[in-house]
């Protein structure tokens, strides 16, 4: 019933650039919460930066000054630019999404995407 795609990662050097996407799509009501999380290679999933749908934001604190979270309510995308990116901001990025499905109203559900790599290497 709902889908959660991220895209935008890729490969790119010390003190670059990336900006990751993130789209839900599917039975949706509304979404309150978006966020996107990261993986290491052999380590947990870790929060990156979050959102409420009022705009509110949250970010961890290996991110703050050079990562930057927004979204579009009337797209239910969430955004992720992210710069002065260093090695060790390497691992998988997946989007996590808190939303209501129609007919349902009352309950919130969390949903997350498959993933997209993110790479920083000379």
């Known amino acids: 019933q709902v889908q959660v795609v991220e895209s935008g990662g890729g490969l790119v050097q010390p003190g670059g650039s990336l900006r990751l996407s993130c789209a839900a799509s599917?039975?949706?009501?509304?979404?309150?919460?978006m966020g996107w999380y990261r993986q290491g290679s052999g380590k947990q999933r870790d929060l990156v930066a979050g959102?409420?749908?009022?705009?509110?934001?949250n970010y961890g604190d290996s991110v703050k000054s050079r990562f930057t979270i927004s979204r579009d309510n009337a797209k239910n995308t969430m955004y992720l630019q992210m710069n002065s990116l260093k090695p060790e901001d390497t691992g998988v990025y997946y989007c996590?999404?808190?939303?209501?499905?129609?007919?349902?109203?009352?309950?919130?559900?969390?949903?997350w995407g498959q993933g997209t790599q993110v790479t920083v290497s000379p």
């Open positions: 996590q999404v808190q939303l209501r499905i129609v007919g349902t109203t009352s309950v919130f559900s969390t949903h």
């Open positions: 599917g039975n949706i009501f509304s979404i309150n919460y």
């Open positions: 959102i409420v749908s009022g705009g509110s934001t």
